[in-house]
């Protein structure tokens, strides 16, 4: 390729398997829109999700949310519960389906924040360690895992969508919509967690927590007006980039609260990170 070549953007199966999913994070199918943007951001992103420190990071979100739910939310779902309405190989669909969330959207969370502060600041990130992400089995099974599409929208994917105050139901609703025998009873449930002030509290904590961890990228991302103008992209286009990160990112950290809450009822209790 020519020095002076455009970068090339990513495709969403590159994105997808860079977070070791079988599905990319719907932010960036959304900025996928925006022309010239996920070209000249995706090198230094993709860089610092393929390190153990970026994954560490995400684990551990998901543990803090762990911590709050558990304190916040017995659930009154179970096992035996969803065996009396739901069929069982629909619930291991379902329980595979929540995992690769559990794992991918807390990753597509930091990545979202370190583009949010990075609109704002010259550089971010570099002070992270290059070490290389280890293969984890667990992302292996991800990888092969089958995803149904996401549904479109559907009286409950509507009503999901009114009570978070967004345009659409978040992804991780709009795929178990393709379970609506799971999703109707898990919604019935899951729709008063709003009400708990823990579950709000910790939701805004791991959006902080991943707007400070952006300083860890293992590369310094410049992607500031100025950078990205001078990556040839307008000034309406850097708006809409920005304008889709900043409203993607409360609904993504609610939703690193919502599968945890989900799995919670289906007996899931173990931590990611080992501490002690």
């Given at each position: 390729?020519?020095?002076?070549?455009?970068?090339?953007?990513?495709?969403?199966?590159?994105?997808?398997?860079?977070?070791?999913?079988?599905?990319?994070?719907?932010?960036?199918?959304?900025?996928?829109?925006?022309?010239?943007y996920?070209?000249?951001?995706?090198?230094?992103?993709?860089?610092?999700?393929?390190?153990?420190?970026?994954?560490?990071?995400?684990?551990?979100?998901?543990?803090?949310?762990?911590?709050?739910?558990?304190?916040?939310?017995?659930?009154?779902?179970?096992?035996?519960?969803?065996?009396?309405?739901?069929?069982?190989?629909?619930?291991?669909?379902?329980?595979?389906?929540?995992?690769?969330?559990?794992?991918?959207?807390?990753?597509?969370?930091?990545?979202?924040?370190?583009?949010?502060?990075?609109?704002?600041?010259?550089?971010?990130?570099?002070?992270?360690?290059?070490?290389?992400?280890?293969?984890?089995?667990?992302?292996?099974?991800?990888?092969?895992?089958?995803?149904?599409?996401?549904?479109?929208?559907?009286?409950?994917?509507?009503?999901?969508?009114?009570?978070?105050?967004?345009?659409?139901?978040?992804?991780?609703?709009?795929?178990?919509?393709?379970?609506?025998?799971?999703?109707?009873?898990?919604?019935d449930?899951?729709?008063?967690?709003?009400?708990?002030?823990?579950?709000?509290?910790?939701?805004?904590?791991?959006?902080?927590?991943?707007?400070?961890?952006?300083?860890?990228?293992?590369?310094?991302?410049?992607?500031?007006?100025?950078?990205?103008?001078?990556?040839?992209?307008?000034?309406?286009?850097?708006?809409?980039?920005?304008?889709?990160?900043?409203?993607?990112?409360?609904?993504?950290?609610?939703?690193?609260?919502?599968?945890?809450?989900?799995?919670?009822?289906?007996?899931?209790?173990?931590?990611?990170?080992v501490?002690?």
């Amino acid at each position: 390729m020519a020095a002076d070549a455009a970068p090339r953007p990513p495709n969403l199966t590159e994105v997808a398997a860079t977070f070791r999913a079988p599905v990319a994070p719907e932010l960036f199918a959304r900025l996928e829109a925006v022309p010239g943007y996920l070209a000249h951001v995706w090198p230094v992103l993709k860089t610092s999700i393929d390190t153990e420190g970026f994954i560490g990071s995400a684990l551990y979100m998901a543990d803090m949310a762990l911590d709050a739910v558990e304190e916040a939310y017995e659930p009154v779902l179970s096992p035996e519960v969803l065996c009396e309405v739901v069929p069982p190989d629909e619930i291991a669909a379902v329980e595979q389906a929540l995992d690769v969330f559990h794992y991918l959207q807390p990753q597509a969370l930091l990545a979202g924040a370190a583009l949010a502060e990075a609109f704002d600041r010259p550089s971010v990130g570099g002070a992270g360690r290059a070490v290389p992400r280890a293969e984890r089995r667990r992302d292996c099974m991800h990888l092969q895992a089958a995803m149904p599409e996401p549904v479109g929208a559907t009286p409950l994917t509507d009503a999901v969508a009114e009570l978070l105050q967004l345009d659409a139901a978040p992804q991780l609703y709009s795929v178990l919509a393709s379970w609506p025998s799971y999703l109707e009873v898990a919604w019935d449930e899951l729709q008063h967690l709003a009400a708990y002030p823990n579950f709000r509290r910790r939701g805004r904590a791991l959006y902080f927590y991943a707007r400070s961890g952006s300083q860890f990228l293992a590369e310094e991302l410049r992607a500031d007006a100025v950078a990205l103008r001078a990556a040839g992209i307008e000034d309406a286009e850097i708006e809409a980039a920005r304008a889709i990160v900043d409203a993607s990112l409360p609904a993504l950290a609610t939703m690193v609260m919502h599968v945890t809450a989900m799995r919670l009822a289906l007996g899931h209790r173990e931590r990611e990170v080992v501490t002690g």
